[in-house]
Antibody, heavy 118, light 110 residues
């Protein structure tokens, strides 16, 4: 059974760096074809894709946020980590991680709300 | 401003059929599969349609997807109150090498 769960701070200050961890089970990121993406959703707004990491360590980033994002994986721990630098109040959102296959984002975490405020 | 364009809202009465459109370009919908996600209030999105018109196990056949050129549609027949949700389309964009989403459509069952 596939599960994903996001963890990280609920509150960060402007200009700080956000570090989020996605801990998953039921699949391995060392298996060919496996990928994990991060997606966020500001309150009352649409979904926005942020980044993806593949089983072979290929990485892809949102065009508008690529200078601020870093995605990495720890296959032994079944974790994917996303860091976002220079946080701003407009980055307040629920952050989701999801398993990302050719068949879509088939499993999602419950999401974690991150508020950016001084 | 989302790369894929959806109507912000849709509505109809129970039992009717509603269609939600999603418009993109040659680098995303025109070239790649379209996916649809349903987001019930206060919950994470759920995969509803993959590869343009395939339903994951457990998704009722009242939900169907189609694609033509650079546009796609999600049809929901036999509308039920529990279908009230936000619906998002998504596709991979080959030019940007990113996933792109629509702005979402809020479905109201009157």
């Amino acid at each position: 059974q596939v599960t994903l769960k996001e963890s990280g701070p609920a509150l960060v200050k402007p200009t700080q760096t956000l570090t989020l961890t996605c801990t998953f089970s039921g699949f391995s990121l060392s298996t060919s074809g496996m990928r994990v993406s991060w997606i966020r959703q500001p309150p009352g707004k649409a979904l926005e894709w942020l980044a993806r990491i593949d089983w072979d360590d290929d990485k892809f980033y949102s065009t508008s946020l690529k200078t601020r994002l870093t995605i990495s994986k720890d296959t032994s721990k079944n974790q994917v980590v996303l860091t976002m630098t220079n946080m701003d109040p407009v980055d307040t959102a629920t952050y989701y991680c999801a398993r990302d296959l050719v068949d879509g984002f088939d499993y999602w975490g419950q999401g974690t709300l991150v508020t950016v405020s001084s | 401003q989302s790369v894929l364009t959806q109507p912000p809202s849709a509505s109809d009465t129970p039992g009717q059929t509603v269609t939600i459109s999603c418009s993109g370009s040659s680098s995303n919908i025109g070239t790649n599969y379209v996916y649809w996600y349903q987001q019930l209030p206060g919950t994470a999105p759920k995969l509803l349609i993959y590869r343009n018109n395939q339903r994951p196990s457990g998704v009722p056949d009242r939900f169907s997807g189609s694609k033509s050129g650079t546009s796609a549609s999600l049809a929901i027949s036999g509308l039920r109150s529990e279908d009230e949700a936000d619906y998002y389309c998504a596709a991979w964009d080959d030019s940007l090498s990113v996933w792109v989403f629509g702005g979402g459509t809020k479905l109201t069952v009157l």
